[in-house]
Nanobody, 114 residues
């Protein structure tokens, strides 16, 4: 079973940037869909960004002009570069590898506040 760990979350001021990392114990390249989800307090989990079939990207409308998803297959790492952050981006962010297996990370907190 693949183990994945998210890192580089934390506190950032509005307008700032963060780069989230998701490191897998197995091959990220072997998954057709990899991506990031988030869940704010009291709200449903939602998709943030995905890479489908290793090349096609998809973003939530709320982040598509500010976030960038990327991966490094050689290092088995999935990234989420977030810029121009707002308090509405505050949530727990989860890395997901699938659709086979549907492996999830434990989630990392991102808090945008001054």
């Amino acid at each position: 079973q693949v183990q994945i760990v998210e890192s580089r979350g934390g506190l950032v001021e509005p307008g700032g940037s963060l780069n989230l990392s998701c490191t897998a114990s197995g091959s990220i390249a072997s998954f057709y869909i990899v991506g990031w989800f988030r869940q704010a307090a009291g709200k449903q989990r939602e998709i943030v960004a995905q890479i489908i079939t290793g090349s096609n990207t998809r973003y939530a409308d709320s982040v598509k002009d500010r976030f960038t998803i990327a991966k490094d297959d050689a290092k088995n790492v999935l990234f989420l570069h977030m810029s121009r952050l707002t308090p509405e981006d505050t949530a727990v962010y989860y890395c997901k590898l699938g659709p086979t297996g549907n492996y999830w990370g434990q989630g990392i907190q991102v808090t945008v506040s001054s």
